[in-house]
């Protein structure tokens, strides 16, 4: 079991994002549910702001499945901030069992991951799971605040402004199903650039597709569509070219959340969008309703994570990094098995 | 099932703790199984020292429970640095699929319960929970430098210096059946001193405790052992009395990690231990051979967190807290139920 695959039976209920000014005005703008035009969601300070877009998302996510906070047995929530605060903050007022997560930007797969996990037991009949990410905390907090204007290096990627939320049930009334997971290794290949945390997290979403693959016996040709959280355009590319070294040519079914959300013609984000919120968003308004209406039927969704803080690199660190996959599939796959 | 204390069957099959020179040279010193003498363990920072204290800890607990890395599905790790960097710098050589948390000093019990969650669930087979604090990081990150020598007010607590780790399987090989576990739900009623932080975690224990209770049927009566993580004298004392208030009276069975571990008379450290390292080696060292040798049969444990960040107290934000609870008893009582 080490290692492979765990085969689940579950799926997502319903799911709901939550974004900011600059994802609005992106490729994917009409598909969230909620926006700011100002990014400060009618709070006083940008931490206040991503509390409460973890919240809205939540509540969104519990509306469109017509579902109330008693119906969740467990929460699992995380953000980039330090401690935590914008899921602390965010959901202290659900009266619901509370899971505090720290995967960087792979939170939302993490969370998904261990709700699957939870009601594929039996352990729990639903569970939600929140991530959420700010540019102006994240800036503040990992860079210079952004009054400051600091220049960015090409490979730089920029934080997204969003929160999803996942709700995750039995299959009967899913609109996606979750066939499998597999859990992210945490990996450290040496990047220290902490400018270019596409290349630190690639071999560690390498490591997890291969195992993936491996443990499964599927193969690329499987899948509609193979979707990386926040690569962006250099991670991805180091991604496609570490696969296609062991054999396996993801590149015909290969796109990333981080390239998706903003457009490269007309906002200027460098190598793309990052952060908890990148996939948290693209997966709840984008890629899951075409999964609910058969559009794409088979998806393999990997939130990727780059586990370092500013003391650690100062400290002269590498970037350890994590990728968390979860296999989703339209209900029409329901005979399909994966593992 | 909502709020409700979940079943569980499965069992602690080993532990270890790793600690510095304060809680060697206090009364619980003898339990622990690895201590540094300068609190370094051989590094440069404090921060790599905290890291390579999850590393051993993990390490010593593999080889006393005669298991290797292979053996392990799963590890749930965290600690109170930014961006948990303890954990994961501290488990990256370990080939093992990895699920960072964050639940502030809570963190013990939270991977206990979702570890022993995903085994009775049988998703995983055997799954590891780690957490650690070091004090000379947590002042540097939460107060300031220790070198800047800060007057500390009464009811502050003293951050542990030392790491946990747990590993959790099957009933057959366990030390200690851990019969079922219950949540914490995030609280906060309204203290914002983040030098009282027993004030602010003791209503959120309170509120596990009684959910526990009311869930299970079962009285303080029922357990030779209530043990808070660390909510110290101040909080300790609150707890008692809001349980008492709600007509449960747990005095008599009542002790906190954070009054186990130093000694009042002799060393100063206020109002208490603290931190994710103070339930985690008390745990691992001192109660659990208690239980293994059937000196304590029934148990609650529960693991407290303040779920703050020193921005949001800057914020004038208040602390929302949280209580996770595990129930864990002597193999003779394998045939006594729980719910």
Excluded at 228 to 244: P, S
Excluded at 308 to 330: D, F, N, R
């Amino acid at each position: 079991m080490n290692n492979a695959c765990i085969p689940t039976r579950c799926g997502i209920l319903s799911a709901a994002s939550v974004v900011g000014k600059l994802e609005k005005n992106g490729p994917l703008g009409g598909c969230f549910d909620i926006h700011s035009a100002d990014d400060r969601f009618g709070q006083k300070t940008w931490e206040k702001a991503e509390a409460e877009m973890q919240r809205l998302a939540l509540n969104t996510a519990l509306a469109k499945g017509e579902l109330r906070q008693e119906d969740l047995d467990a929460i699992f929530a995380g953000d980039l901030l330090n401690q935590c605060i914008g899921a602390a903050y965010g959901l202290k007022d659900y009266n619901v069992p509370y899971f505090g997560l720290y995967g960087a930007c792979s939170t939302a797969a993490e969370g998904l991951i261990l709700s699957s996990l939870l009601v594929s037991g039996g352990m729990v009949q639903r569970a939600a799971a929140v991530a959420s990410s700010h540019n102006c905390t994240a800036e503040r907090q990992y860079r210079s605040p952004i009054e400051y204007g600091g220049q960015r290096t090409p490979t730089a990627q920029w934080t997204v402004t969003g929160a999803g939320a996942f709700i995750v049930g039995e299959n009967e009334h899913a609109q996606a199903l979750v066939k499998g997971v597999c859990p992210g290794i945490v990996l450290e290949k040496g990047i220290r650039d902490a400018a270019n945390m596409g290349a630190a997290m690639a071999p560690a979403a390498a490591d997890t597709l291969l195992r993936f693959f491996d443990s499964t016996g599927k193969s690329p040709d499987d899948f509609d569509l193979i979707a990386t959280g926040d690569l962006g355009y250099e991670g991805g590319d180091i991604l496609c070219e570490i696969m296609a070294l062991e054999g396996v040519d993801i590149r015909n079914v290969y796109n990333d959340c981080g390239m998706m959300i903003y457009s490269r013609d007309t906002q200027d984000t460098h190598a793309g969008g990052s952060g908890c919120g990148c996939s948290a968003t693209v997966l709840a308004s984008y890629l899951l309703p075409k999964i609910a209406a058969g559009a794409l039927k088979r998806v393999l969704v990997m939130g990727t994570g780059a586990m370092m803080s500013p003391q650690s690199i100062q400290q002269g660190e590498y970037i350890p990094a994590i990728g968390h996959l979860v296999c989703l599939t339209s209900k029409e796959e329901e005979e399909w098995e994966l593992c």
